[in-house]
């Protein structure tokens, strides 16, 4: 017998970048929907169009570039909201409108102050208003396992006639465990007369741990549409994480008897890229993704692997893409090589881009001894995703004194676009903090540094350290990267990153008006 069909629906460029300190310029997103759609994921969740111009116009691109995927668009059942919507998936392919309202009692009581009735009257409204510019409208009804499921039923059923082709379930809180959200969702296909004509979705949360066990016990009652993330990345403790649920259907796929479209051996790629983008690390020994999870280290583990890998090895690291880091290029390899090599690794570059991204690589050839998929990957990020025409400044030079006993001082000479060259010193707790001090002394912010982290992009010594600093000024908060051998000079471009961001970015108001609140 087919395995059956599970729908995919990623969310990490909506729920995902929601959460507090993800969020991604257009360009990023972009980049992460072009992996998606490599992925071979069914809907790829752009964003909310009328939260903000920045957010219509990142789903309008998206609707616009992205073929083989259809695009979804999140909007609360306000016409303003679904009009939005329509208009930035415009251009999509295969367009699908994302209805959300409240239907807990809770919600209902405190949040929305409105009765039973006024609630499926507005969920039917804002369906059939949607349907006049999309045939592929999802409803979802937020708080649904807090809901009462007969209430619950009676929302699905009207929805259903009104017009939605998939209704999401969703633990809006991550309240839900997995025997009873299965049962909810077998309550659904028994007690809604008309379930047949919708596929049924949920979307879990994973506040106490159990969004992937929840959404698998949904799969086994008949969902046939997940809602995920990469690396479970979302509100609060994130969303369920879409490398599990893939990978735990395709190794037992004996139990769950489903299938899905996704290319799994994209999976990795994906992952190293929201992480390096959002500067959300994935531990170590996290499931699928982790550095750990085909690590072998106990001898008794690694003598059984030897000799027969099945013995403690469920899945294959090739699957998700892992093990073709091999060495790539060399200082004598030319640009013809390094394109083709950036194609297959699924990027797409300008020819722009592509000589910036040579320049670094010649320059990285003679700083190290081998040249890995990574530090390319590295390279690509480094040029692609920092908007060079709009830094107010760039590094030019930065020299340290880090002397036991001693208080550490840095100098740092900056030239801003104006073409001036500028050299301060500072002093600090640590080098790194004698440098931030340089550089505040030139742009004259104060900024607060509230996250530093380097993480080694690949082996060896002398591999590339990504430096990802998280900085606060004036209550906005910025992502800076920089990358390179040299880690010290890698953290100093990191903050420069964040300044330069802070200096071009502005604050944008939601489109038509009015305060909005995320989902
Ligand atoms: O968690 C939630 O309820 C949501 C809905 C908009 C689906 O994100
Ligand atoms: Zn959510």
Do not use: W
Not at 88 to 110: G, N, Q, V, W, Y
Not at 328 to 343: C, D, M, P, Q, T
Not at 482 to 510: F, I, R
């Amino acid at each position: 017998m087919q395995p059956e069909r599970l729908i995919i629906f990623d969310t990490t460029l909506r729920d995902g970048e929601q959460c507090p300190g993800a969020s991604m310029n257009n360009k990023e997103k972009l980049e992460i929907a072009r992996q998606l759609s490599l992925l071979k994921v069914d809907v790829i969740e752009a964003g909310f169009p009328v939260a903000s111009p920045g957010d219509f116009e990142s789903v309008r691109q998206i609707a616009k570039e992205i073929k083989g995927s259809s695009v979804a668009g999140l909007a609360r059942a306000l016409e303003k909201d679904i009009e939005a919507a329509a208009r930035a998936l415009e251009k999509a392919e295969s367009p699908r409108i994302h209805i959300f309202l409240s239907t807990s009692k809770l919600h209902r009581d405190h949040k929305l102050q409105k009765g039973k009735d006024e609630i499926i009257q507005m969920a039917v409204d804002a369906v059939k208003f949607g349907r006049k510019f999309c045939d592929d409208i999802e409803f979802s009804p937020e708080d649904a396992s807090r809901t009462e499921p007969e209430f619950l039923a009676e929302v699905v059923e009207a929805v259903i006639d009104a017009g939605a082709g998939t209704v999401n379930i969703p633990d809006t809180v991550g309240y839900s465990v997995p025997t009873q959200f299965g049962q909810l969702i077998r309550s659904l296909k028994q007690n809604v007369p008309n379930i047949d004509q919708a596929i049924i979705s949920v979307h879990c949360h994973n506040d106490l741990g159990m969004a992937v066990a929840n959404s698998l016990e949904a799969i086994k009652e008949g969902a046939r549409q997940v809602e995920c993330t990469i690396n479970g990345i979302g509100e609060r403790a994130g969303n369920a994480a879409m490398e599990e649920i893939v990978m735990a259907l395709k190794t037992r796929k004996d139990f769950f008897g489903v299938d899905t479209k996704i290319d799994t051996r994209h999976i990795i790629t994906c992952s190293r890229l929201v992480s390096s983008l959002t500067g959300f690390f994935v531990q170590r020994n996290k499931a699928i993704v982790g550095k750990n999870a085909f690590a072998h280290e106990s001898g008794v583990h690694q003598d059984g692997f030897l000799k027969k890998k099945d013995t403690y090895e469920i899945m294959n690291p090739q699957d998700i893409g892992l093990e073709s880091s091999e060495l790539v290029l060399g200082k004598h390899s030319g640009r013809n090589a390094l394109s083709k090599k950036i194609e297959a690794m699924g990027y797409q570059v300008t020819q722009e881009e592509l000589d910036r991204v040579f320049a670094g690589f010649k320059l990285l050839a003679d700083q190290k001894k081998e040249v890995f998929d990574e530090d390319i990957v590295a390279l690509i990020q480094k040029r692609k995703f920092t908007d060079e025409e709009l830094n107010t400044y760039t590094l030019e030079k930065v020299q340290g004194t880090f002397e036991s006993g001693t208080t550490p001082g840095a100098t740092v000479t900056l030239k801003s676009r104006d073409g001036k060259v500028h050299t301060e010193t500072g002093q600090g707790d640590g080098p790194v903090d004698a440098m931030y001090n340089a550089i505040d002394h030139i742009t004259g912010m104060t900024c607060k540094l509230l996250d530093y982290q380097v993480m080694s992009k690949t082996r060896g010594k002398d591999a590339q350290g990504e430096v990802t600093v998280r900085v606060l000024h004036e209550n906005r908060e910025v992502l800076g990267k920089g990358t390179g051998v040299n880690t010290v000079e890698a953290s100093a471009e990191a903050y420069v990153n964040a300044v330069n961001k802070l200096l071009v970015k502005t604050k944008s108001g939601p489109v038509g008006g009015g305060e909005i609140q995320g989902p």
